[in-house]
């Protein structure tokens, strides 16, 4: 039976796409019928002067232009103005505080590959799988991949002051719109049409300190008898938010107290080491006096001890002395907690109407970032391939370990980090109508470039080893051993060095990622016959050709102990991938108040991929009761081809020496597991998957909208939506890998709760086994990251909108709109035996999103809330930490299952505006009106803290002030 329904499916699908070039052969014989019945109906409505229709109008998810404002498949609609008066400055803002969209798990800071792009989580479902239009048309690629990884597109680098609306459907429509449309489609409509020129100046910033704005944005527009053209240029800039700007998350020991060990609870949170030499034995070699205080806050000296314990008795009279060392009490001071940007945008649209329906248009976009952002400087510890074990003349021991630090003050600045990326996007094409206007066509043309250009501190650990270590200086026998020997030059290692000295092994490093879209379309749209409802058969039909390319060019010096970025990561590849699709809708009406649409699209890839032919359909009901009520539903089948990295990514390996175990943490009853430098290193070795299955699902929605005729002005919706992923694709990376590695063995998380990711035993336990190398001791050798094809993923819930608009006589016009999502289920396994594990709440479940707004005369009010449901806490299902901080196991007597969770975040914002007179307008906005800011869980431990995936951060209140000037 599956494969009959398959069969089907793809038959249907294919008929569908054959089928669009179909109607044009009948479209002679019925034009001149169809004609006089058409002016037959004018007539008689100019007679009885019945309402005039609405223009008819192309709304994301469907090509077919229509009258209504709602169809069969949910739309939200946000316009330009609504951007400002909520005070967003960015199209990701505005999109990130939509109820459909989850956080992405990769936030643009510590460790970012792709600084400064945004990405869309629509549904939870990942950046990859939602697609992003501008004007309807494709945008290239985000050249550096997520986390290394993952392609996505940008949405933090279109200029806000050029947009129209923003029209997103939250349903898969790849029967519509191909690859990617998954999770569902954004599209971002420009302006076209604008007459004048206008000015608008923005200055605010948040009231804690840090994240400083301005924008100055010239927006205008001309016309004639037969063309009209429209111009912008935005200049804007962002402060970085740093840690030091946070004081209360600059340090390791800010994490919440249940991280905080027996150790930690009796001696102080033991913060990570600046300056720091171990003997044999692996205590510290104790600093000259005073060596710590001459660099200033950078480091304060630390006694490192450890107590014994009995069961869960602290034994506080076995205390282990390990030494003095130079700490860093605020690691994280110079680390970025939100990226700095500085944009200036570019823009230009026009068309020329030739007569009789024919028009040529075109666009033009150029928009240029610089990103700034940065985590720890360089530092100099024994990277593989560097001494580890020698004997140092200068003291006379042996060394075990060794860490120095540098400061800002030796760099002779901060040694941030700079991607300096352009975009551009030309757009340019025909459009007219056939057969008496009964068919309009739209041949366009359009290619984009995105090149990103990341210049950062690099490490040149064999340079700093020489410069603190020396050369060798032959060799010598310790205790049987055969050692070599090294002379520490102590006046550099203990004594802040100069930026000139610094200068003569360090080393900066430059990254190149490039991508680019050509592609082609033709569009054809019309009505073809009068179904015996006496209304016509809508049709759209699509021709596209696209071809993608995309190059990974990290610094050519490669990754080694001379050379490396501060992440010691080495991302390599490049391909090509060519498209044809075909694609026709058909909107059928099947009674006076029941429409139906068909829809079906063939995707033809050209790749190294396993994609090769992409067949998708759809399915859509629209019932119309009486006027005020919608009733609808929907069915498609979505696919998504492998992202180009994920199939073309080159093998690398990488040395990693600073890092989580999580199943060393486990084995060691760690209420925590941050990462720390291991005294072993591992080799990563990843790689991309060109054998890799597209991924291939399905979704439906159903619901209605309703006007209630009862009360003027309101109106209510609510829609059920389910989206299902066969064979989906996910990159198994350095964190997850260890995660489910510890799981798979021990059947526990960090903290002693149950590990329900997998089934250990499972075909993909034994192979994240086999995929982490360990000695004999259990330390990391080896680990193997890469792309696999997961068996499913299934999430569902439920949309809903009220919306209220009343019109007063004294007190002006309001309007209100409340929207709701409550994820129900997130369900997914890797193997078609393991048992679908619903992980609704390790991920917003909730989401409330409400605006009101009054305009009254001169003046006008915007008040807008956003609630993000509460999550797991870390450590939820582990047992509670006693309070001496010990750390119990599941089954232990003294286990008490924590069930925390984190509050909800909530959000108010406000904005008041005031017209002066025809050409001057003055907005103020506060952001986050309460000044809410992240809270440190109980159990958070690592950078940030805060839980990112709800919507937290550490911005605070922020102000906003806008000048709007029409010059003309």
């Known amino acids: 039976m599956h494969h009959v329904t398959v069969f089907r499916r793809n038959a249907l699908a294919g008929a569908l796409a054959v089928a669009m070039l179909l109607p044009l052969g009948a479209i002679a014989q019925t034009a001149g019928s169809d004609g006089q019945a058409q002016a037959d109906n004018a007539g008689v409505t100019a007679n009885n002067k019945k309402p005039v229709t609405l223009e008819k109008v192309v709304v994301t998810g469907s090509r077919i232009p229509r009258a209504q404002i709602e169809g069969p498949t949910p739309v939200t609609v946000i316009s330009g103005d609504q951007i400002k008066a909520q005070g967003f400055t960015t199209v990701y803002e505005v999109m990130d505080s939509l109820t459909q969209v989850g956080r992405p798990e990769t936030p643009p800071t510590w460790g970012s590959t792709s600084v400064n792009a945004r990405q869309l989580n629509l549904r939870n479902l990942g950046p990859g799988r939602s697609l992003l239009l501008v004007d309807g048309h494709r945008v290239a690629d985000y050249p550096m991949a997520a986390g290394g990884r993952q392609n996505f597109q940008n949405y933090n680098n279109i200029p806000a002051g050029m947009i129209e609306r923003i029209e997103i459907v939250g349903a898969g429509a790849s029967s519509i719109y191909g690859s990617d449309a998954i999770a569902g489609v954004v599209n971002i409509i420009l302006k076209k049409e604008y007459q004048g020129d206008d000015v608008q100046f923005s200055l605010g910033g948040a009231t804690r300190g840090g994240r400083e704005y301005g924008d100055l944005n010239f927006l205008g527009g001309r016309a004639g008898d037969h063309w009209h053209v429209v111009y912008n240029l935005e200049r804007s800039h962002r402060n970085a938010l740093w840690g030091r700007d946070r004081p209360y998350t600059d340090s390791e020991a800010d994490a919440g107290y249940g991280a905080w060990d027996y150790n930690a609870r009796l001696f102080g949170w033991n913060t990570y080491p600046g300056l720091a030499l171990n003997n044999a034995d692996g205590n510290y070699i104790a600093p000259p006096p005073g060596a710590c205080g001459q660099f200033g806050n950078n480091f304060a000296l630390r006694h490192s001890q450890t107590v014994s314990t009995t069961g869960h008795t602290v034994n506080t009279a076995d205390v282990t002395d390990q030494g003095y060392y130079c700490t860093q009490p605020a690691l994280f001071s110079n680390w970025v907690l939100t990226p700095g940007s500085d944009n200036q945008d570019a823009f ?27 985590t720890e400087l ?40 700079h991607d300096r990326e352009q975009n551009w996007d030309i757009h340019a094409g025909l459009r007219g109508t056939l057969f008496d206007d009964r068919f309009s066509w739209d041949f366009n043309l359009g290619t984009a470039r995105y090149i990103v250009h990341e210049y950062y501190t690099g490490l040149n650990e064999q340079g700093m080893f020489d410069f603190f270590f020396g050369p060798q200086l032959g060799n010598t026998t310790v205790n049987g051993s055969t050692l070599p020997v090294y002379a520490l030059n102590s006046q550099r290692f203990w004594n802040p060095i100069t930026p000139a000295q610094y200068q003569s092994f360090g080393v900066a490093g430059e990254n190149t990622a490039s991508s680019r879209l050509d592609q082609a379309s033709l569009n054809v749209t019309g009505d073809l016959f009068n179904t015996w409802t006496g209304q016509p058969v809508g049709f759209a039909g699509v021709l596209e050709a696209a071809h993608q390319n995309y190059r990974l060019s990290p610094d050519p010096r490669g990754n080694d102990t001379h050379f490396g970025d501060p992440f010691q990561d080495y991302n390599t590849g490049g391909g090509t991938r060519n498209r044809i699709s075909a694609g026709t809708e058909f909107r059928i009406p099947l009674a006076s108040m029941l429409t139906g649409t068909l829809s079906g699209r063939l995707d033809k890839y050209r790749d190294a991929s396993a994609t090769d032919i992409a067949r998708t359909w759809g399915a859509a009901l629209e019932f119309r009761p009486f006027d005020s009520l919608l009733l609808r539903a929907n069915y498609g089948t979505n696919f998504r081809a492998p992202d180009m990295n994920y199939v073309y990514k080159q093998d690398s390996v990488s040395t990693v020496g600073i890092y989580s175990d999580p199943f060393q943490c486990i084995t060691n009853n760690q209420a925590a597991c941050p990462a720390v430098q291991h005294s072993t290193y591992f080799a990563e070795h990843s790689g991309g998957g060109p054998n890799l299955l597209p991924e291939s699902g399905h979704g439906w929605t159903y619901g209605f909208v309703w006007d209630l005729p009862w009360v003027d002005g309101l109106a209510v919706q609510a829609d059920y939506w389910h989206t299902g992923i066969d064979n989906a694709i996910d990159y198994v990376d350095m964190g997850t890998l260890l995660t489910d590695e510890a799981g798979c063995r021990t059947g526990k998380v960090v903290g002693g709760g149950p590990y329900l990711a997998n089934p250990p035993g499972s075909a993909y336990c034994q192979q994240v086994i086999a995929d982490v190398k360990r000695d004999a001791s259990g330390n990391i050798s080896a680990i193997y990251v890469g792309p696999i094809n997961k068996t499913q993923l299934y999430v569902s819930g439920i949309d809903a909108k009220l919306t209220y608009a009343l019109r007063t006589e004294n007190w002006g016009a309001f309007n209100l709109e409340l929207q709701y999502t409550d994820n129900l289920s997130y369900k997914e396994r890797t193997n078609a035996s393991d048992p679908l594990v619903n992980t609704r709440y390790d991920r917003v479940a909730s989401k409330v999103r409400g605006v009101l707004a009054w305009h009254q005369g001169k003046w006008d009010a915007t008040l807008y809330g956003d609630r993000a449901g509460s999550i797991r806490a870390n450590n939820y299902g582990g047992c509670q930490i006693l309070a001496n901080g010990i750390q119990p196991q599941a089954g232990d007597p003294d286990c008490v299952v924590y069930n925390g969770r984190t509050k909800p975040w909530i959000v108010w914002s406000t904005s008041v505006g005031y017209r002066f007179n025809d050409k001057v307008k003055l907005r103020l906005g506060v952001t986050n009106i309460f000044d809410n800011v992240g809270e440190i869980p109980y159990y958070a431990g690592g950078f940030e803290f805060i839980p990112t995936l709800q919507g937290a951060n550490y911005n605070g209140r922020e102000v906003l002030a806008t000048i709007n000037y029409k010059l003309d």
């Not at 593989?384 to 060794?402: A, K, W």
């Open 348 to 374: 230009v649209a026009g068309d020329y109407d030739f007569g009789g329906g024919l028009q040529l248009y075109g666009s033009a976009g150029l928009w240029k970032t610089t990103g700034t952002s940065n």
């Open 378 to 417: 360089p530092f100099l510890y024994p990277m593989g391939g560097l001494p580890s074990g020698f004997y140092d003349q200068t003291s006379g021991q042996v060394i075990s370990n060794y860490f120095r630090q540098l400061t800002p003050q030796e760099l002779g600045g901060y040694g941030n980090t």
